[in-house]
């Protein structure tokens, strides 16, 4: 089990590298990262390097039996950089260049840029390929950052005669006819830029697309040169998971030769848990059911909106276990010290401004030694009957402004669905659209706007052979270039749901007869074979149906046509589950059960989040607390388990 987090000993004296150093052997730190935003210090001017720093602590490290996750310093250019070339800085929408003074400050199209990136990477794998504490290399950080500069204008033209082949492919796919936006030449195609009225969707799409593939190209030109040196030595990125992010994960993990996530919740109440497990499973999902690592997380705090919440003794680590039962190969932070000075100053540390003699550390601490406790569980696989779908480009599409409602939330929509799974106590796969079906008893697809044909087709013969599949509002509405089914709604599904949708009502919120209230949506369900499960019991659509059930080959498909609240939508989640053969556990409110195996052995993840004491039936052995359990299980409140059990 990996256990550390960034460090960035370069804001600190050498007496505290060597204090660090000793912290963190006695916290059982064994990775650390390193020089993630050290390109000024690595590279004070142009071609002249000082090492001498980083070598001292790289042996430091290395004498305390700690490995480095050694990092690429690419997303923080140096300010002699940005004074050289600034046409690699940033440019916004409106076309506002941005200057110097924070971090991702570089377009990723600029060839001066990539050719700086290339050159320094390579500087550090010829001089540390063989150091002892080389663990793992960290290419770059959390890559995102979108420019629609020049430059990049450019190059969005020549992926897009890749992908397209020539202009009247592209005005097709665009329907560029529509607003008279048809393309004669090349050189009048531009990214989507900030304009009069409404942005065309498509062009939206294929910009995030584009930006993408060439974020991962820069990426890939790293990877090389680093793989070239150290053919064994893995090499990641941490994945940084948000709305402004244009990139597509799912794409991304078959380069990356180990998943890694940053995951920092919001919110009050159970919300960041519930975020946390989504995030991990979204993880897995990339990894293709495989292990993972989370790379990032807050030591101490949660962002409310208005003030960082600092997490109360014990949350801390239950949230690094949820990600451990969850498939992680350890629990990583950001940051191994907070940062006396900077823009980050306030961001919590695992050595905390009040130092190693603070109950922060102590519980930093005492993680650490429980981690040692789960090496076991390396290699096992999650429990996972139901698979939730997920699609980066249905989330960009969804962030258009041309919708029929600007209260559509795909990201809320599929965690919704996720956290009735979660509440419940049943593991969920956050699956790609196109990832195999066949392991699964149920599959849930939230509002999936834009899916490929093929994908769609074989959602269907995954339920024609026998699987349940649930399925909700504005799903299956336009192919990949944003077009339109015809026909009705949902397009790519009604044969599928037996189901024709003329019309939608958009509303603020509306009641069913059995399922309680729903919000954002409604639609006017015309059934054409299946059965009618629950009606609107108000509004315009009173008596209609809302959900529905169909037959489909040997399995059966549900329709819900609004965003159920969630004491309805959990109902409807553990029926659907019945009926697909999937076990509902009787479990405490607040508990959280994740369960892995391997062979015969399982291990079972409790953690009650409540503040009650909560009992659970179980028999085994008890990983964290060291004692048997013969039937029954009292947990107090905030404590966990992890629960052994052979045969």
Known sequence: MYFGGDYNPEQWSPETWKEDAELMQWAGVNLATVGVFSWSNLEPRPGQYEFGWLDTVLDQLADHGIGVDLATPTASPPPWFSLQHPEALTVTPTGTRLTHGSRDTYCVCSPAYREAAARICGVLADRYAEHPALTMWHVHNEYGTTCYCDQAAASFRTWLRYQYGDLDALNAAWTTSFWSQRYSDWAEVMPPRATQYLVNPAQYVDYRRFWSDELLAAFKEQKAILAAATPDVPVTTNFVFGGWVPVDHHRWADAVDLVAIDNYPSGTGLGPEEQTAFAADLARGWARRGEWLLMEQAPGGINVGTRLQTKEPGRMTRMSLSHIARGSRGAMFFQWRASAGGAEQHHPGMVPHAG????????????????????????????????????????????????????????????????????????????????????????????????????????????????????????????????????????????????????????????????????????????????????????????????????????????????????????????????????????????????????????????????????????????????????????????????????
């Open 356 to 647: 190693q003699e603070s109950r922060r550390f102590l519980e930093v601490c005492e993680l650490g030694g429980l981690l040692g406790r789960l090496d076991e569980i390396s290699g096992s696989s999650v429990e996972a009957e139901v698979a939730v779908l997920w699609d980066s480009a249905a989330w960009w599409a969804m962030q258009g402004t041309h919708l029929p409602s600007s209260e559509l939330d795909y990201l809320e929509a599929v965690q919704s669905a996720h956290r009735q799974f979660w509440h419940a106590g049943i593991g969920v796969d956050v699956i790609h659209p196109s990832a195999d079906l066949s392991p699964y008893r149920l599959v849930v697809v939230p509002s999936l706007y834009l899916i490929d044909p093929a994908h769609a087709a074989v959602l269907r013969e995954y339920v024609a052979a026998g699987g349940h599949v649930l399925v909700t509002y504005f799903s299956g509405i336009v192919n990949p270039n944003c077009r339109v089914f015809l026909g009705g709604y949902p397009g790519a599904f009604r044969e599928l749901l037996g189901i024709r949708v003329e019309e939608f009502y958009p509303v603020a919120e509306t009641e069913l007869a059995d399922a309680g209230k729903g919000r954002w949506w409604s639609e006017h369900v015309g059934p054409e074979g299946a059965e009618v499960i629950d009606v609107y019991a108000s509004g315009p659509l009173a008596g209609s149906p809302a959900i529905t059930r169909n037959s489909f080959g040997g399995g059966e498909a549900w329709y819900v046509s609004t965003q159920l609240e969630d004491a309805g939508y959990q109902r409807l989640v553990e029926t659907a589950c019945r009926r697909a053969g999937v076990a509902v556990p009787d479990l405490p409110d607040e508990v959280e059960l994740v369960r892995r195996r391997q062979g015969e052995t399982t291990w079972t993840f409790l953690l009650n989040h409540g503040a009650g004491e909560a009992t659970i039936e179980i028999e085994g052995h008890d990983l964290i607390s060291r004692r048997p359990i013969e039937g029954v299980l009292t947990l107090k409140p905030g404590d966990q388990a992890v629960v052994e059990r052979s045969g």
